[in-house]
């Protein structure tokens, strides 16, 4: 049996018959009292009504008397008063004790003379105090001093005289018990076997709930120490599988880190108050500080001056040039790539990058001052071009001068002959003539001098229509545009725009001069190019067309790589397209181009009116 349900039944059972006997104990108290009072009360109102009975007969008067005995005939008729009165009653004896003590009458013959000067109980009788106790059987009567052989109840009561002044004598009865003795233990059984068979129903029942809930948390218990099991197992295996995931992570880590320092780019990543949290080999390169200081930093106190960050848009990446400071002080321009993630639940994080443009911006410098010089190269090679026009322009305006100065030499050698006001009216002619034609000279040196000196490279409000009208009359110098009908449209309420003019100015000579050349290919009488400006949306739409030879579609998207051209050898560096996108593209515009075998070409350049401010940073680093 398990120790359990043993120590269980041990304890149930103890605790059971010590709850029946005490209930047992309780009950026979009560039940005793109950009949001590009970008895003490019937009795003693029975003594009462007995001894009034035979004082009514003249007991009172023989125990005036004082005698220790009595007449034959007096105890004859206290009998006969007795039996009548105790017919129905269980009385099995009564005495009559003199005020000596003596036994003067008893049911009980043999008792009579009896001296019961010992018996307390008479004493306290003669004293006027009634008394009565029980005896069961087999036990001594403490009064009597005589073993009793049936449960009695004695009762003693005082005689007292008609004036109850003096005690005459006590009266005592013994009342048989045995009956009343059996109903109250015949019915303490029964309570007591009911109540005990009761206890044993549920001492039964409780048992078997024990027993019942005893093997359900056994079954609970074994299913509890299963799951245990499995918890532990599972346990195990997932300490197995972190202790694998953490090593993977180790390792991954330690892979991203030896792949981040081998990144030439310098990368941090920031909290999200921008506190640098960790940095890759590059960026402790780039800063000239070690890993120890730059953790914990604050990344924006690396900004030089006014160029500090501003993270607003913190949700969003932000790519800009800035120019950042070094430990030791010195900056840099640096192109700022500035990225938000979630590294953790809820919690923003960002990525940095950062990459040093000075030997980007020193060799854009370089390249672009490389251009610049080509661009002068090309337009001194183009005056070059226009030489045999200009001097055509120049000789026209030169021999008009020498014929006035040789006509004004005549006038002053024939002024004696000639009158005074044909004389003046001639010189006034010629002069005029010396002043157009020299103004005329001038407009040419000074169209030749401004196309051909550098040009400043800011942006600057430009007059779009002015900067095409100028590049047409440079370019109709050159005698292949002699034969060609330049149609010029321009549209009159077109606004300044934001930009820089040498860099437009060489795009729409570039255009232009590709125009003339596809035109000259093409087997015709006359060429013809169309130069228009007009309104686009919120854009400038500026068309140059031509109806020269065309290009094939395969070829369109090749137009604007470097040093592709579809001109013959030894006439194109395959630079001027590429030129012109980049220039356009950098102004924040779109170079477009339509052209069709045998049609002509059309080149759309859209140019924005006020460029914007990323796109006046990349004209700046164009110029």
């Known amino acids: 049996m398990n120790p359990s349900i043993r120590q269980f039944m041990i304890t149930s059972i103890v605790g059971f018959t010590v709850l029946l006997l005490s209930l047992f104990y309780f009950h026979e108290e009560l039940n005793q009292e109950y009949l001590e009072v009970h008895l003490d009360t019937h009795s003693k109102n029975l003594a009462i009504v007995l001894r009034n009975s035979l004082v009514a007969e003249g007991l009172g008067d023989v125990l005036k008397q004082n005698n220790d005995s009595l007449a034959d005939s007096q105890r004859g008729e206290l009998k006969e008063v007795l039996e009548h009165e105790l017919e129905w009653i269980p009385v099995v004896k009564a005495k009559i004790y003199s005020r000596n003590a003596i036994v003067i009458f008893s049911t009980k013959e043999s008792e009579i003379g009896d001296d019961a000067g010992h018996n307390q109980a008479v004493k306290n009788g003669l004293n006027g105090d009634s008394t009565s106790s029980m005896v069961e059987r087999d036990h001594m009567n403490e009064f009597d001093k005589t073993i009793e052989t049936r449960p009695i109840h004695q009762q003693y009561i005082p005689i ?31 309570f007591f076997g009911i109540i005990g068979a009761i206890l044993v129903v549920f001492y039964i029942a409780f048992a078997a709930s024990y027993l019942s809930t005893y093997r359900k948390l056994q079954h609970e218990t074994r299913q509890r120490h299963q799951h245990l099991d499995e918890l532990v197992g599972i346990h195990r295996e997932l300490e197995t599988k972190v202790a694998e995931r953490t090593a993977g992570l180790e390792q991954s880590e330690a892979r991203l880190k030896s792949i981040m320092d081998h990144v030439p780019e310098a990368i941090l990543t920031c909290d999200s108050d921008f506190r640098i949290l960790s940095t890759n080999n590059a960026a402790q390169r780039l800063f000239k500080s070690k890993d120890n200081i730059l953790i914990g930093m604050d990344f924006n106190s690396f900004y030089s001056g006014d160029t500090g960050a501003s993270h607003e848009d913190s949700d969003n990446s932000s790519h800009k040039l800035v120019i950042l400071k070094r430990g030791d002080g ?54 070059g071009q226009l030489a045999a026009g200009i001097l055509h322009e120049v000789g026209n305006p030169i021999a008009a001068i020498a014929g006035a100065t040789e006509a004004l030499r005549a006038i002053t050698d024939q002024s004696g002959n000639l009158s005074t006001s044909l004389q003046d009216e001639s010189v006034s002619e010629n002069v005029r003539l010396i002043d157009e034609q020299t103004s005329r000279l001038a407009k040419i040196t000074r169209e030749i001098a401004d196309f051909a000196s550098p040009k400043p490279r800011q942006r600057e409000l430009l007059d779009l229509n002015g900067l095409l009208r100028s590049t047409a009359r440079i370019l109709s110098y050159d005698k292949r545009f002699r034969d060609t009908e330049i149609d010029i449209q321009l549209d009159k309420n077109l606004p300044a725009i934001v930009a820089v003019s040498d860099q437009l100015t060489q795009v729409f000579m570039n255009l232009l001069i590709n125009a003339i050349d596809a035109s000259q290919n093409k087997e015709s009488n006359q060429s013809y190019i169309l130069i228009q400006s007009q309104m686009h949306g919120d854009q400038v739409h500026v068309i140059i067309e031509d109806r020269g030879e065309g290009v094939s579609k395969d070829l369109l998207d090749h137009l604007t790589e470097p040093f592709f051209t579809t001109k013959p050898e030894g006439k194109g560096t395959g630079l001027g397209l590429s030129l012109c996108s980049t220039i356009i593209e950098a102004h924040g515009g779109e170079l477009g181009i339509e052209s069709e075998i045998g049609k002509g070409t059309t080149v759309h350049v859209y140019l924005p009116i006020d460029l914007p401010v990323q796109d006046s940073k990349s004209v700046h680093q164009q110029g």
Not at 346 to 355: G, K, R
Request: glycine share 4%; charged share 25%.
């Open 160 to 190: 007292p005289d008609q004036d109850n002044e003096n005690i005459l004598g006590v009266f005592e009865i013994y009342t048989d018990t045995t009956g009343i003795t059996e109903k109250i233990d015949a019915a303490q059984y029964k």
């Open 330 to 383: 010195t900056v840099f321009p640096a192109d700022l790539w500035i990225g938000c993630v979630e590294l953790s639940k809820d919690i923003l994080s960002y990525i940095v990058v950062i990459h040093d443009m000075t030997d980007q911006l020193r060799a854009q410098e370089e390249v672009e001052s490389t251009r610049q010089q080509y661009f002068h190269q090309e337009k001194m090679a183009a005056i």
